[in-house]
């Protein structure tokens, strides 16, 4: 059995990255990590060249992709919320998997898993939930594919703004525009996977729910 784990998350080394990896360990089965970063994938033409084949006429390297996500047992995907929504990266990168759909049907039956950061805390008022809809458009992609979506963790990420040295003067900060006038990138501060129990907890359960499902099947 061997597990694909595809993260979107642009930033090495990142909270999604470490999340991503702890599920992927938590399976006990080997496992392929893959950050999309380090690869070019445009998003689907909806052209339909795809049909006959089911292979995709893009010639880039989503092609391989796809070609991992069919020889893979189960698949978890990783990815942030810009503007409140799944991330354009991991967004290109499941489209890219619908030639694998066509008259076959590789990716049915097969486990999967969502997660998400974002920079906006769950359940709060007057702010999008971006974390929801980041979870979502990654479990009705395995939903409308015929996958059996075991989990999903939902991480607390950082406002860019953090990280610029504009962050506490503009007047368009994220982190004005969600925690207030008077917040600052000190205030706010930096968070990390690591250091949220609720989040480990639902990446080593997501793994060993994928593992279980798999062995259910043997």
């Given at each position: ?48 060249g795809c049909v ?157 729910n994928i593992a ?7």
């Open positions: 059995m061997k597990i694909l784990g595809v993260s979107g998350s642009p930033i090495k080394d990142s909270n999604a990255d470490r999340a991503l990896k702890a599920a992927l360990e938590a399976t006990g089965m080997d496992y392929e990590f893959v950050k999309l970063i380090d690869y070019t994938v445009a998003p689907c033409k909806a052209c339909l006959k084949t089911n292979v995709c006429v893009i010639k880039d390297d989503g092609i391989a992709l796809a070609e991992k996500a069919k020889e893979a047992d189960a698949l978890i995907i990783a990815g942030f919320t810009p503007y409140s929504t799944l991330d354009s990266r991991t967004k290109a990168f499941i489209e890219r998997l619908y030639p694998l759909r066509h008259r076959y049907g590789f990716m049915k039956g097969k486990p999967g898993g969502a997660i998400i950061t974002s920079a906006i805390p769950k359940d709060f008022e007057m702010m999008p939930p971006a974390s929801d809809n980041g979870i979502n458009a990654i479990t009705y992609y395995m939903m409308e594919e015929g996958m059996e979506a075991v989990g999903s963790v939902r991480i607390l990420g950082n406002n860019p703004c953090v990280r610029c040295r504009f962050g506490d003067e503009c007047d368009m900060s994220g982190i004005k525009m969600t925690f207030g006038p008077d917040a600052t990138k000190e205030s706010v501060g930096i968070n990390k996977f690591e250091d949220q129990p609720e989040a480990v907890n639902a990446a080593k359960e997501l793994g060993k279980e499902y798999l062995k259910s099947k043997e």
